[in-house]
Nanobody, 115 residues
Framework: QVQLVESGGGLVQAGGSLRLSCTAS????????MGWFRQAPGNQRELVAT???????NYVDSVKGRFTISRDNAKNTVYLQMNSLKPEDTAVYYC?????????WGQGTQVTVSS
């Protein structure tokens, strides 16, 4: 069994910053791509950013230049540094990882940006 545990969400004013972390644990042979998705009320879950095992990154256009995804392979952890946050970034953020070829999701962490 594999678990993804997120931390770092919270309430922040517009223009502020937050850093999300997600650590994978359990029966892990290898971890491929990791990433973050988000879902705002009434919206579909959308991809925010992904990072491959060798560090190649991909971002949705709305966060480019503001968010940075990174990972520490030794710690099985992926991070999302979020700067210049906007009210429209408010959502539940979900960690995602491909572990031994299977996709796993975290439980989600709430990010709320006040105007």
């Amino acid at each position: 069994q594999v678990q993804l545990v997120e931390s770092g969400g919270g309430l922040v004013q517009a223009g502020g910053s937050l850093r999300l972390s997600c650590t994978a644990s359990g029966r892990i042979v290898s971890i491929g791509a990791m990433g973050w998705f988000r879902q705002a009320p009434g919206n579909q879950r959308e991809l925010v950013a992904t990072i491959t095992s060798v560090g190649s990154t991909n971002y949705v256009d709305s966060v480019k230049g503001r968010f940075t995804i990174s990972r520490d392979n030794a710690k099985n952890t992926v991070y999302l540094q979020m700067n210049s946050l906007k009210p429209e970034d408010t959502a539940v953020y979900y960690c995602w990882a491909v572990v031994t070829t299977f996709p796993y999701w975290g439980q989600g962490t709430q990010v709320t940006v006040s105007s």
